[in-house]
């Protein structure tokens, strides 16, 4: 028999379902059933690195940044570089907001999928649209 879900069992997943952009989850065990609902004000998006290299905030050949924390930005754009050898590949933003925090130093190793930036994401639309 499977144990039901703990307190941190249902935060980890309400963490993940935010981080996703999700609106709502529901998930269901025999004699359990839990559903999420997460209010469409804009909240945090966690923008990740597609692939394990060296995270740099600006591209080597240019003085500023690509985005600043407090920046507004949009879905499309790019907010740091990912250096294989000598091969750069550029992390999309992902989602409009503002830039909260970078969460790594540029010039630092990483792997993929880690969690390289938070966007405070804007309010949602009437069609589930970011505005």
């Known amino acids: 028999m499977r144990e039901p879900l ?9 963490t993940w379902a935010r981080a996703a952009g999700l609106g709502e989850i529901e998930l269901e065990q025999p004699g359990i059933r839990l559903r999420l609902v997460f209010p469409a004000t804009g909240g945090l998006h ?22 600043r924390p ?8 790019v907010i740091g570089l990912i250096q294989v050898e ?4 550029p992390v999309i933003a992902g ?5 909260a925090r970078l ?3 540029t010039g630092s190793s ?5 969690p390289l930036a938070e966007i405070t994401t804007e309010t949602e639309g ?5 505005s």
């Not at 009437?126 to 970011?130: A, F, K, P, V």
């Open 70 to 77: 407090g920046d507004r930005i949009g879905t499309r754009d």
């Open 103 to 105: 969460l790594v130093e």
């Open 126 to 130: 009437r069609h589930g649209t970011r």
């Open 86 to 89: 000598r091969l750069y590949r």
């Open 110 to 114: 990483i792997a993929a999928d880690t």
């Open 46 to 67: 966690l923008v990740r690195s597609p692939i394990a290299g060296r995270f740099l905030d600006r591209h080597p050949a240019r003085p500023d940044p690509f985005a």
């Open 95 to 99: 989602r409009a907001g503002v830039l």
């Open 6 to 14: 703990s307190l941190d069992d249902i935060r980890g997943i309400a």
